[in-house]
T-cell receptor, first 109, second 115 residues
Framework: GQSLEQPSEVTAVEGAIVQINCTYQTSGFYGLSWYQQHDGGAPTFLSY????GLEETGRFSSFLSRSDSYGYLLLQELQMKDSASYFC??????????FGKGTTLSVSS | ETGVTQTPRHLVMGMTNKKSLKCEQHLGHNAMYWYKQSAKKPLELMFV???????ENNSVPSRFSPECPNSSHLFLHLHTLQPEDSALYLC??????????????FGPGTRLTVT
């Protein structure tokens, strides 16, 4: 079957650094995406990795190792507004995405 | 605002009712998607339309019937639903076509409760 595993919950304090891991097992693989979803809101796109390595976008970075079927999202200088759910998603064919169950990040002051 | 709108935002329906969810995108995209989001479960892809053609039906029960009259509009027709169909239904759109990555833009969702 196809599956993506990520931790269900992560807690941290403002200013800290947090890493959310994602391991995947899918029949095909074109790339790994990350989406953020605030409570009651729509998922919004954060990053996409098709090749191995680190992609940096401001305070957020995403890493991919295709040989290990593994990636992570790194959030730096955490702010209260970063409290949300974070989903990894694999593009296994065409335009469709397979999503993980999501990681709820709680940032406290 | 992501450029994808969904109506209604909330819907309560009985198991014998027929209702429709509507999605509209103002981004000029060619691909549209329906997802189901239940508590404690991953977003589940239901249907994909590329250039108005259905390219994916993820083993969705026939009580859910999608319709894509043009690249900007997507409907999900509902009939004789079950209580376990209660969930958040999300619509998304992206540039179409295979081979390239295009990020998906999600609407705010319709919170459906089946009584």
């Amino acid at each position: 079957g196809q599956s993506l595993e990520q931790p269900s919950e992560v807690t941290a304090v403002e200013g800290a650094i947090v890493q959310i891991n994602c391991t995947y097992q899918t029949s095909g693989f074109y790339g790994l995406s990350w989406y953020q979803q605030h409570d009651g809101g729509a998922p919004t796109f954060l990053s996409y990795n098709a090749l191995d390595g680190l992609e940096e976008t401001g305070r957020f970075s995403s890493f991919l190792s295709r040989s290990d079927s593994y990636g992570y999202l790194l959030l730096q200088e955490l702010q209260m507004k970063d409290s949300a759910s974070y989903f990894c998603a694999v593009r296994d064919r065409g335009t469709a995405l397979i999503f993980g169950k999501g990681t709820t990040l709680s940032v406290s002051s | 605002e992501t450029g994808v709108t969904q109506t209604p935002r909330h819907l309560v329906m009985g198991m014998t009712n027929k209702k429709s969810l509507k999605c509209e995108q103002h981004l000029g995209h060619n691909a549209m998607y329906w997802y189901k989001q239940s508590a404690k479960k991953p977003l589940e892809l239901m249907f994909v339309y590329n250039f108005k053609e259905q390219t994916e039906n993820n083993s969705v029960p026939s009580r859910f019937s999608p319709e894509c009259p043009n690249s900007s509009h997507l409907f999900l027709h509902l009939h004789t639903l079950q209580p376990e169909d209660s969930a958040l239904y999300l619509c998304a759109s992206s540039q179409g076509g295979a081979g390239e990555f295009y990020e998906q833009y999600f609407g705010p969702g319709t919170r459906l409760t089946v009584t």
